[in-house]
Every structure is written in structure tokens, then in C-alpha cells.
């Protein structure tokens, strides 16, 4: 072992500044870690009740079912028919066609059940609709091919609107009026 005083003492003061420099490295991340806690409270802190209140009710909202199957023995849907309306004094609630479909034509008009054209399925929905509108809701209501009848489910009108909603809205075809 042969020590070379100078050599220790050169890298002994490297050393010292090698340490300085970590330290002044160390203690800018430390303050820009700070910073950003601060930075992020500020906008994001759930200390503000409004914002925690809504914060509840996404989380809730994102861990709602999206369908809920309905067992036997279960009150069916509310739907829009002769009851409700006598009930409700003649005014009848008239659901969107979204709402319909989600009700009642889901079942079938998802994927391609018994030849049934999907929500959205330009290709299959192509085909039928230069029938026209007319012939398209009679088809509906009465029964057609494969479909039984969904007078009893839907009034005509809310009928339409599904129609419109699974076809135009989620094809962008149109149906002739007749
Ligand atoms: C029980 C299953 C079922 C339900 C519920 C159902 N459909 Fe259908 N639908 C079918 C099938 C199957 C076809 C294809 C019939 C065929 O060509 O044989 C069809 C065809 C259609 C057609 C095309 C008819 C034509 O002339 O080509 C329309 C429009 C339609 N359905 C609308 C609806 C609407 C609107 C609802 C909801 C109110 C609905 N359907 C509910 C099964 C169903």
C-alpha cells in the first residue's frame, strides 16, 4: 500500500464537493416535491365540502350496475300502457326512444338475435328501411317475421321514437317517410 498524499487530499476535496452537489440536488427535489404537494391541494384538496360531496356521488355513480336483471316474483317496469294511463288521469309519460329501446327492444336488438338488426348495425338496418316509416312501425306493433308484436309494450309513438333512436341516431340512416 503506497498513499500518495497529494492524491488523498485532491480526492478527499472532491469527495466534499461530490457531497455539496448531492445535498443542493437533494434539497431542489425536496423543494420542488413541496411545491407540488402545495400546488396540488390547492386545486385538487377535498377539504372544500361542495367538491367532496361531488366526488361521493361520481364514485357512487361509477359503481352503480349498469343493467339489473329482473328476477320472477320482481313488479315489472312501469310502461307507458292503458293502466298508467287511467291512473295518471289520462296523461300518459312518453318515454324517449332511447329509453324504449333500453326498456323493451334491447332484448332482442342486441347483436343479432334471430336475425333481429342491432342498435347501430348500419348493414342489417340498410336492408329494411326503404320499407318507410309507416311500414316499419306497423311492423313493429304487429309482429314481423321473427318479432312478435310490441303494440302491448310501446304506444306508437314511443315505437317511432326507438325506431329513430336505434336506427338513425346510431346509424345515420335515414328512413323515408313512406
Ligand atoms: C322478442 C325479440 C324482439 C323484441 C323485444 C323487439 N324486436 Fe324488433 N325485431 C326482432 C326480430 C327477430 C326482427 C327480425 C324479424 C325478421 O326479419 O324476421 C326484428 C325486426 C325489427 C324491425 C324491422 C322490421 C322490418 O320490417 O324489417 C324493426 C323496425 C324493429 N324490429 C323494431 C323494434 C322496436 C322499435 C322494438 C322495441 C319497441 C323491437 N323491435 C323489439 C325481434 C325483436
Redesign the pocket.
Known amino acids: 500500500m503506497n498513499f500518495n498524499g497529494e492524491g488523498s487530499l485532491v480526492s478527499a476535496e472532491q469527495d466534499n464537493v461530490f457531497i455539496r452537489n448531492f445535498a443542493m440536488v437533494i434539497g431542489a427535489l425536496l423543494g420542488v416535491t413541496v411545491f407540488l404537494i402545495l400546488i396540488a391541494n390547492v386545486f385538487f384538496g377535498t377539504d372544500n365540502p361542495e367538491r367532496a360531496a361531488l366526488a361521493q356521488e361520481r364514485a357512487q355513480q361509477n359503481m352503480n350496475p349498469l343493467y339489473s336483471v329482473r328476477l320472477t316474483g320482481d313488479p315489472a317496469p312501469v310502461m307507458a300502457g292503458a293502466d298508467s294511463a287511467a291512473e295518471d288521469d289520462g296523461v300518459m309519460e312518453v318515454r324517449s326512444g332511447e329509453q324504449?329501446?333500453q326498456a323493451?327492444?334491447i332484448?332482442?336488438?342486441q347483436g343479432n338475435?334471430?336475425?333481429?338488426?342491432g342498435v347501430g348495425d348500419a348493414e342489417g338496418w340498410s336492408a329494411?328501411i326503404g320499407?318507410g316509416w309507416a311500414?316499419?312501425?306497423e311492423?313493429?306493433a304487429q309482429g314481423?317475421?321473427?318479432?312478435?308484436a310490441?303494440g302491448a309494450?310501446?304506444t306508437e309513438e314511443?315505437?317511432r321514437a326507438?325506431?329513430e333512436w336505434?336506427?338513425v341516431t346510431e346509424t345515420g340512416l335515414e328512413i323515408p317517410e313512406s
Open positions: 324504449v329501446v323493451v327492444c332484448a332482442c336488438h338475435f334471430m336475425n333481429a338488426p329494411r320499407q311500414t316499419l312501425i311492423h313493429t314481423y317475421g321473427n318479432m312478435p310490441q309494450s310501446a314511443e315505437i326507438a325506431i336505434m336506427v
